[in-house]
């Protein structure tokens, strides 16, 4: 028992301990964004006199306006797609079985280890023909494609899990499989749905790589992809640049606070299933 | 545009059937799942393929098609917009006998070490600490700490770091603050540190992920286990490796998949941080396969390499896999 004792304080100090080094990147950005924009800062120290001007600035001269809007835009073209696309393959492979549907699902799991970076020469010249290439539409294709794998087999498992007496029942009294669906699977779908959405709104959110390639214009990217441009555009100050790096992951926080349970518990299932 | 698409799942009527409460939500354990199923009608499997329709057209499109199209570009000398030659598996041969770019793919390799091993280092050990973490608000404040880094853009991630790291940043003031002024640099700009420190960058990001999947993990080992082993005089070290580890393989394996992707495939940390500098101290597969085709632009060599990277990560992640599976 004493034992036990001394593992739960010491555990509990080296909890306090990790909580504090994952707050202090972040804080420190605070401490940077707070002192006055003209100068060097140094690491953290109170703010005596903080500059909430550097906020308004950065917002300014980084355009985040037109950066969220446009970061929106790409959200809205890949997530509710994804989701629906999605939600049929799934209940495709969960519920109703085709044959060869195994051998699919296969070919769609093989897709989760693929490396963006491996893709990336190839889907800028497939971009370029296309006509997408610097449109938010370049990021938009690629990303409903990249995300499949996840998303269908996120589904299915879902779909695989409902009991079969369920559909087997609303057939019985003669649904039809559109009216199964529409009536009883979507509905139940409901939480596996909304946990999706929620990783798939921050994977686009925070995708950096495609728009860095493929929307030359840092205004159209997401905001994320902005980032080398805030890197660009405030050189010369580091506070300006944490203030601007911290309005643009502001959105997502808030979001995930809104939303925490939601967002872990999507995580974790999210991490253990990909 | 896409407005129309989100139609039908928003007026799916909310009617939910009496079965909803026992439908499981997906078991945090899916993998664990065996994937065979129970034979059952074939009678919509018309259905099905059309339902499968749209997903397998972007998967292909996207994905299939722009790798296929990668595989023939490694096989040109081309750069971008003139004529091609064809060279065989010249590409190739540069890729795996190049020192810079085998340097790149050791720096990836290296990185598993801050990516991997400490976050599932250091979530062992909170875990099997903590074992249980009471609900409650501290709990959950906990969690929510520990999940800010999944949140923050990785890019983000290493602009806030790059300052940490910086000069006049926080990890020099502590150092002098505890008196260690004499080890005081800049991290990132220094040759030896350049790559631990954007490494460390990762466990950052890594750590609280496998802090609460493990302790969700350990939560779920039958707590009787732990009671005979200790009635049987055993000690923290012996229990966390004859009921602790064997309990978390499932977990274990998943986070070592996952993170050691991140580690080959890292790309934005590094992009925002040090840009692969100083010289090529930090260049990473990622940051390579960029610069050769879009800076150089020799576009079949930068797609051997991106084929490298593929197999690669595949050849270190299938044996997890295998690994996850062997008793279950």
């Known amino acids: 028992m004493r034992t036990s004792r001394t593992e739960l304080l010491l555990g509990r100090v080296l909890l306090a301990v990790a909580l504090i080094l994952t707050l202090l990147p972040l804080i420190s950005m605070l401490s940077a964004a707070l002192q006055p924009a003209d100068r060097n800062p140094t690491g953290i120290v109170w703010p005596t006199d903080p500059q909430w001007g550097n906020f308004i600035t950065a917002f300014e001269v980084g355009n985040v306006w037109r950066l969220m809007q446009s970061s929106a835009f790409i959200v809205l073209g890949v997530v509710p797609a994804s989701l629906l696309i999605a939600t049929l393959a799934g209940y495709a492979l969960g519920a109703l079985a085709p044959k060869g549907g195994r051998a699919i699902l296969i070919f769609f799991v093989a897709g989760l280890t693929i490396p963006f970076e491996a893709l990336i020469i190839p889907l800028y010249y497939q971009a370029q023909a296309m006509g997408t290439l610097n449109t938010p539409w370049a990021v938009i294709f690629p990303l409903l494609g990249l995300f499949m794998p996840f998303s269908v087999f996120w589904m299915r498992a879902h779909f695989i899990n409902v009991p079969r007496e369920l559909s087997e029942a609303a057939r019985v009294d003669g649904a039809s499989i559109a009216q199964e669906f529409r009536r009883i699977q979507l509905p139940l779908a409901v939480p596996a749905l909304s946990a999706l959405a929620i990783l798939l709104f921050l994977w686009t959110w925070n995708q950096f790589l495609l728009p860095v390639v493929l929307i030359a214009d840092p205004l159209d990217r997401t905001v994320a992809g902005a980032l080398t441009f805030f890197q660009g555009q405030y050189s010369l100050s580091i506070p300006l640049l944490n203030a601007g790096a911290l309005l643009i992951i502001t959105p997502a926080i808030v979001v995930f606070l809104i939303f925490q349970r939601q967002f872990v518990r999507a995580l974790l299932q999210g991490a253990v299933k990909g | ?328």
């Open chain 2, 1 to 328: 545009m896409n407005k129309a698409t989100t139609g039908p799942l928003h007026s799916a009527e909310p009617q939910q059937p009496v079965a909803t409460g026992s439908t499981p939500t997906g078991p945090v354990v899916a993998v664990a799942q065996p994937l065979r199923r129970r034979p059952v009608r074939r009678a919509g499997s018309r259905t099905a393929w059309v339902m499968l329709l749209p997903a397998l057209a972007v998967y292909i499109g996207f994905v299939i098609a722009p790798m296929l199209m990668g595989l023939q570009y490694s096989f040109y000398d081309w750069n971008g917009v003139g004529a091609s030659t064809f060279v065989g598996l010249e590409n190739y041969t540069r890729v795996l006998t190049d020192p810079v770019l085998l340097a790149s793919i050791l720096n990836a390799f290296t990185l598993i070490i801050f990516f991997t091993i400490i976050p599932i280092t250091v979530g062992l050990i909170l875990a099997s600490l903590i074992r249980s973490m009471r609900q409650g608000p501290v709990s959950s404040i906990a969690q929510t700490i520990l999940f800010l880094p999944q949140i923050v853009p990785l890019a983000a991630a290493g602009i806030a770091w790059a300052w940490m790291y910086a000069d006049t940043g926080t990890v020099n003031q502590f150092l002098r603050a505890v008196g260690l002024e004499g080890i005081t640099r800049s991290w990132l700009a220094d040759y030896g540190t350049a790559l631990p420190a954007v490494g460390l960058i990762g466990s950052w990001v890594l750590t609280g992920l496998c802090t609460v999947l493990l302790l969700t993990g350990i939560g779920k080992i039958d707590g009787s286990l732990y009671e005979a082993v200790r009635l049987d005089g055993a000690g923290w070290w012996r229990e966390f490796f004859t009921v602790t580890l064997p309990g978390l393989r499932q977990e274990i394996a998943v986070l070592a998949t996952l993170t050691i992707i991140a580690a080959l495939s890292s790309f934005d940390i590094i992009y925002t941080s040090t840009q692969g500098g100083p010289g090529r101290a930090t260049l990473v597969p990622g940051i390579s396969i960029f610069r050769i085709g879009f800076t150089q632009s020799d576009v079949g060599l930068a797609s051997a390499f991106g084929m490298v990277l593929m197999v690669l990560v595949l050849l270190v992640v299938l044996p997890i896999q295998r690994l996850s599976k062997v008793n279950d």
